[in-house]
């Protein structure tokens, strides 16, 4: 068994100073039970622990290290730009660069307000669609996170469609009553929806390919059906592509699929572990956001230098050719991998993947949404996170979160890998 005496020490003194012990719930490993390990330092596939434990890393900070962690040019950038300032308040030329490779990437942003967080990016999104619409309602699915901004910590209530009721204490029933909610990869209920509430929805929310409740790819033409369904009702199509942005192709989900938001969102990759998100839409449909247009946003922090320079040192190497087919591949190769090692100790097991975000879930067919993905297996979940990680690979510790490929992985970490998953099965098999 590895130790992991100092990460109990640290969690335990945490506890008495951070909520949880964590800053992010999800870190809490509530999802697998146990504690979670403290994480020293991180380079390239893999991080390591308080122990010193070394682990393959498919984590990734949940999607920002995408080039592996720690990469060599992301760092000289950080040091560099460190040394001339982490932030002004004032406009920079790296926030131009940035944006411009953006833009560049992502046709459809034609201008980009950079923020601090997918969640800010999201919440101030959600402003623009309903201050330029002038409506209040907003639809999200069933099982997508867009952050933690009031009106999208709402989930649905029963039924195919409903009022959205409050998901945490503190959300006002006044505010999550106009979220409404459909299942994710069911257009017929978005139609239905959109019917029903004609004129008072500002728009739609959705994750091109929905990351939050593990890997679940969109169903063939859901995201152009979408599109047509917004489209016909002018009601605003918002993309949440915080976590496929520059991690399903360089130009998100947007591009791998050829369906065009009216407002797009992002985060993680585009920070490259620094804190940065941004949102994008049309010259004309940013033109209302301040201080050109009415529409208020703002953050002390945006766009600073530092975080900047960190963006710009990930997504230049993005831009070579061959980067997302050998991402794509490796993502594939490790999740087939996996499954086949499960199915060979008879467990019901399928994968998916999309560029470099994957998952394996333990059921018998792949999941559409929400509901089938709470059917799977989730205590043969937990069992597999905790057989893996003592086999050295640190998986996400939740079975609703995907899993993300590097260009820091190679064929030595994937064999690892299934090698571990081999042993892991094996020892679930004869427990
Ligand atoms: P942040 O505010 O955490 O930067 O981004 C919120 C967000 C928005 N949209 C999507 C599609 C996202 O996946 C996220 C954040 N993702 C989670 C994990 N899947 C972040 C991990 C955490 O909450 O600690």
Redesign the pocket.
Known sequence: MLAHNKSKQLFDRAQNVLVGGVN????AFRGVGGDPLFIERAQGPHVFDADGNQYIDYVQT??PAILGHAHPDVVAAIVEQAGRGTSFGAPCTLEIELAELVSQAVPSVEKVRFVS??????MSALRLARGVTGRDGIVKCEG?????ADSLLVKAGSGVSTLGLPDSPGVPADLAKHTYNVPYNDADALEKLLADAQGKIACVIL?PVA??MGCVPPTNNYLRKVRELCTAHDVMLIF?E??TGFRVALGGAQAHFGVKPDIT?F??VIGGGLPV?AFGASANVMSQLAPEGPIYQAGTLSGNPLAMAAGLATLKPLFDNGVYEQLSAHATQLWRGIVERAQDVGFDAVGTSVGSMFSVFFADAVPHNFQDVKASNAERFKKFFWGMLEHGVYLAPSAF??GFMSLAHGEQEIAKTLAAAEKTFAAMKSA
């Open positions: 992010s719930p999800v870190r949940w999607g967080s997918g969640t800010e990016a999201t997508c996170y867009h952050g933690h994750e990351g939050n949440d915080v976590m969102c985060g993680k998100g979160e995907s």
